[in-house]
């Protein structure tokens, strides 16, 4: 695909700076949503709004929280099922078959809700991966 003439930039423009002015406008571009510095400075010098990525740190914190949260799930639900399957092995014996009965039950809700759980962090961690 061709440019137009006018939207090739073949001009030069060099701008002299000392490393801590350096550090600084790297520092707010990488804030911003432009990919490379070039693009950054072009987009302040010729006065054009520049967007800035804006990180809600309380909603950081709740979704650090929610993923430890569905790793210590995860590991419930595996250990529930290691228990549930001993238990269904053992279950020649009488009084284990009426438990095993009532705790499968209880089993399948618990993993319907987790499942639900999981469902819903993972949505709320692509949302917010989108701000």
């Known amino acids: 695909m061709k440019k137009n003439e ?3 930039r073949k001009i030069m423009l060099k701008v002299r700076m000392n490393e ?9 571009q990488q804030k911003s949503t432009e990919k490379n510095i070039s693009a950054y400075v072009r987009e302040v010098a010729m006065q054009k709004p520049v967007l800035i990525n804006y990180r809600n740190q309380s ?3 709740f979704l650090k929280d929610m993923l430890a949260l569905k790793k210590d799930l995860n590991g419930i639900g595996n250990n529930f099922n290691q228990v549930v399957h001993k238990l269904h092995i053992l279950d020649k014996i009488p009084e284990f078959r009426a438990w095993v ?12 809700k987790v499942d639900e759980i ?12 989108q701000k």
């Open 118 to 129: 999981k469902l819903r962090m993972n949505q709320l961690y692509e949302e917010w991966l």
């Open 59 to 61: 909603a950081d914190d």
């Open 101 to 112: 009965n009532h705790y499968d039950g209880l089993h399948q809700s618990l993993v319907k």
């Open 20 to 28: 801590s002015e350096l550090q600084q406008v790297k520092k707010h």
């Open 6 to 8: 006018n939207e090739v």
